[in-house]
């Protein structure tokens, strides 16, 4: 695991997190404005993932997993944890959408 020292001594400073800026940016869609798009699945193979790597979103994702790494660095798996209520609804949520996924990997 990084820790932040040695994420600056590898060349990836590390500023304040994003989450406030982030909340700042996070807006309600106006309905009205909204056009809503059939998926389409764009990503075929490796080389499709390079847009990603360039995107606003990827760097958010690496900064939100910085953020989980550095929040359990020095705390063991065995060590009693108080685990939050959201966090506890993101766990239901993250159950739940590998449960559909086995069912549709079962179904093909």
Request: proline letters at 4%; hydrophobic letters at 35%.
């Amino acid at each position: 695991m990084m820790n932040d020292s040695s994420r600056k001594e590898e060349g990836c400073p590390r500023e304040k997190s994003p989450s406030a800026e982030m909340a700042e940016s996070m807006k309600t869609i106006d309905v009205h404005n909204h056009s809503y798009e059939v998926p389409v699945r764009r990503i075929l193979n490796i080389f499709d993932l390079n847009p990603f790597y360039f995107s606003e979103g990827y760097q958010l994702l690496l900064e939100f997993l910085h953020e989980l790494n550095d929040s359990v660095l020095n705390i063991k798996t065995c060590d009693d944890v108080h685990v939050s209520e959201n966090a506890m609804k993101v766990i239901d949520m993250l159950d739940k959408m590998m449960a559909s996924r086995l069912k549709c990997n079962l179904k093909q």
